[in-house]
Nanobody, 126 residues
């Protein structure tokens, strides 16, 4: 089992940037794919971005394509989410999640992920 801890959230003005980090322990990071999800108050958790075990394949929700970039450094057991051109609608708690399946292809379904972090708040002011 892998333990995940997110960091890097905060308050930013519209048009600004943040970089989230997802640090892992307990399982070699190259043995699982990773996704970022977010959940705004009163809304369901939604997929934001995903990355394969090696980092060679990335996946994005349409709402963040061209603005967000997911990457990973397996030597540091860390996955990143660079968020640029942030908008108020990006305000949410952001979670990273690990998917152990070798068939990972950027699933949008939270149930396809096996371990979750506790989340980090991102607030974008207008």
């Amino acid at each position: 089992q892998v333990q995940l801890v997110e960091s890097g959230g905060g308050l930013v003005q519209a048009g600004g940037s943040l970089r989230l980090s997802c640090a892992a322990s307990g399982r070699t990071s190259s043995r699982y794919a990773t996704g970022w999800f977010r959940q705004a108050p009163g809304k369901e958790r939604e997929f934001v971005a995903g990355i394969s075990r090696s980092g060679g394949r990335t996946y994005y929700a349409d709402s963040v394509k061209g603005r967000f970039t997911i990457s990973r450094d397996n030597a540091k057991n860390t996955v990143y989410l660079q968020m640029n051109s942030l908008q108020p609608e990006d305000t949410a708690v952001y979670y990273c999640a690990a998917a152990y399946s070798i068939l990972y292809s950027g699933s949008y379904r939270p149930d396809d992920y096996d371990s979750w972090g506790q989340g980090t708040q991102v607030t974008v002011s207008s």
